[in-house]
């Protein structure tokens, strides 16, 4: 089975999370008209005893296509978010919440340069799908114990992903 790439938008994307973006919201101006900001983009989740976030940083390497997509995981505790620190786009992969995930659901996004994606908790989702060796800021659970599930794909479930 091969996966079709879609365009990233808030509609098509909400049931997996929030696309992070500046366009079409509403900026503020600070610090003397100096910088506009543009606040509340995403809503950062962490559930279970201790709810503190952390901010990190993954150093993503190019991946090569085609590219076999032979598992999923998911945070049941915690969003996780992806965002860009260098000007590149990146794919997503993602299928539905469930206790284990439906592969006929499955999905795969183009997020475009500049912009992010919040994974609500419990989305299973394939691991970050850089188009360039690119740095990533991530922001989830602190506590990370209990918080990975991971669907390994039986043999016949073969599912590739190309991108040119």
Same mark, same amino acid.
């Given at each position: 089975?091969?996966?079709?790439?879609?365009?990233?938008?808030?509609?098509?994307?909400?049931? *997996?999370?929030?696309?992070?973006?500046?366009?079409? =919201?509403?900026?503020?101006?600070?610090?003397?008209?100096?910088?506009?900001?543009? *606040?509340?983009?995403?809503?950062?989740?962490?559930? $279970?005893?201790?709810?503190?976030?952390?901010?990190?940083?993954?150093?993503?390497?190019?991946?090569? /296509?085609?590219?076999?997509?032979?598992?999923?995981?998911?945070?049941?505790?915690?969003?996780?978010?992806?965002?860009?620190?260098?000007?590149?786009?990146? =794919?997503?992969?993602?299928?539905?919440?469930?206790?284990?995930?439906?592969?006929?659901? @499955?999905?795969?996004?183009?997020?475009?340069?500049?912009? $992010? =994606?919040?994974?609500?908790?419990?989305?299973?989702?394939?691991?970050? =799908?850089?188009?360039?060796?690119?740095?990533? @800021?991530?922001?989830?659970?602190?506590?990370?114990?209990?918080?990975?599930?991971? *669907?390994? /794909?039986?043999?016949?479930?073969?599912? /590739?992903?190309? *991108?040119?």
């Amino acid at each position: 089975m091969n996966l079709t790439i879609k365009n990233i938008n808030k509609e098509n994307f909400l049931q *997996y999370g929030q696309l992070i973006s500046t366009k079409d =919201i509403k900026s503020e101006s600070i610090n003397s008209n100096t910088t506009k900001s543009f *606040y509340d983009l995403v809503d950062i989740e962490v559930l $279970g005893e201790n709810n503190q976030c952390r901010v990190n940083v993954f150093k993503a390497k190019k991946r090569i /296509f085609p590219l076999e997509i032979n598992m999923l995981e998911n945070h049941p505790l915690s969003s996780q978010a992806f965002i860009p620190l260098q000007n590149t786009s990146f =794919i997503v992969v993602v299928a539905p919440i469930s206790n284990t995930p439906n592969l006929k659901l @499955l999905e795969a996004f183009i997020v475009s340069a500049e912009e $992010g =994606i919040n994974f609500k908790p419990k989305v299973w989702h394939f691991p970050l =799908i850089a188009l360039e060796d690119s740095n990533f @800021l991530t922001i989830d659970k602190k506590d990370s114990e209990n918080n990975l599930e991971i *669907y390994k /794909f039986q043999n016949n479930d073969n599912i /590739f992903l190309n *991108y040119e």
